[in-house]
């Protein structure tokens, strides 16, 4: 309705909106700065930047009808474009982004296992690129089908024997238990998809922990961000974005 208030300033963020016809007035302060207009959008930020306020108050000006998604939406329409999903996060998260949104950007994962081996630490993006491949390949396959079985044992081992024993050349750290678990299943010839699953999970973690700060310090942070084209967002919201560090929503496994 007109006059109608949508979010204010301070509000915490959670969707995104899109003007189907009307006219919205965005206020900072309680100065109008913009008018936005049929086609426009505003509330993009809260898609993708953790634990945001809202910067400015958006009040409707008109009978205006809007669409409108929700975080949980958005990343749920892009669970199995990761890519995609890693290409807008970057541009309007920036300096906050997810590790995932990194690794699963194809100019992300190039500069960062570049950064990776300037300090001698790629075995990790490397476990976490084998696996995934496997985990996909394998999903293509039929375990019920002698030889696709054989072809799925054969390189679960090749997987273990590369990253997971003990003093192997790649050695990934990774739980005991998780160890215990992976090769009981590859020694029991039983290995499947999700074999690894859980120490993918685990080596994200670690370079979340270990490598992620020092990255977005560095030059080749520096280039992703030029190449993606970075959303243009102020000190303070990237600041209030920046409270919590959360695990990204997007399943693992699905993608």
Request: hydrophobic share 40%; with cysteine.
């Amino acid at each position: 309705q007109e006059d109608e208030v949508i979010f204010s300033e301070g509000d915490a963020g959670d969707d995104f909106y899109m003007i189907v016809f009307g006219e919205v007035a965005v206020s900072v302060d309680g100065k109008n700065i913009q008018e936005l207009g049929r086609g426009r959008y505003f509330g993009e930020i809260a898609l993708v930047v953790e634990e945001t306020k809202r910067t400015a108050t958006c009040k409707a000006t008109t009978n205006t009808v809007l669409l409108s998604m929700s975080k949980a939406s958005f990343r749920k329409f892009f669970a199995d474009r990761p890519e995609a999903l890693a290409d807008t996060e970057l541009k309007i998260a920036g300096d906050k982004c997810h590790i995932l949104s990194i690794i699963y950007h194809p100019k992300g994962i190039e500069l960062f296992i570049n950064f990776l081996k300037k300090q001698y630490a790629e075995e990790s993006i490397d476990f976490w690129q084998q696996v995934r491949s496997y985990r996909k390949w394998v999903q293509t396959l039929n375990l019920e089908n002698a030889n696709d079985h054989k072809l799925v044992q054969a390189r679960a081992k090749k997987l273990f024997n590369n990253f997971i024993v003990e003093g192997s050349k790649q050695q990934v750290n990774i739980a005991d238990n998780t160890v215990e678990a992976i090769s009981k299943e590859v020694k029991d010839d039983n290995a499947t998809a999700t074999t690894f699953a859980r120490a993918e999970m685990e080596v994200v973690k670690l370079m979340w922990g270990d490598k992620l700060s020092p990255f977005k310090k560095s030059e080749e942070f520096k280039e992703l961000m030029d190449s993606v084209g970075s959303y243009d967002i102020d000190a303070k919201t990237r600041k209030a974005g920046g409270k919590k560090k959360r695990r990204a929503s997007v399943d693992l496994m699905a993608v």
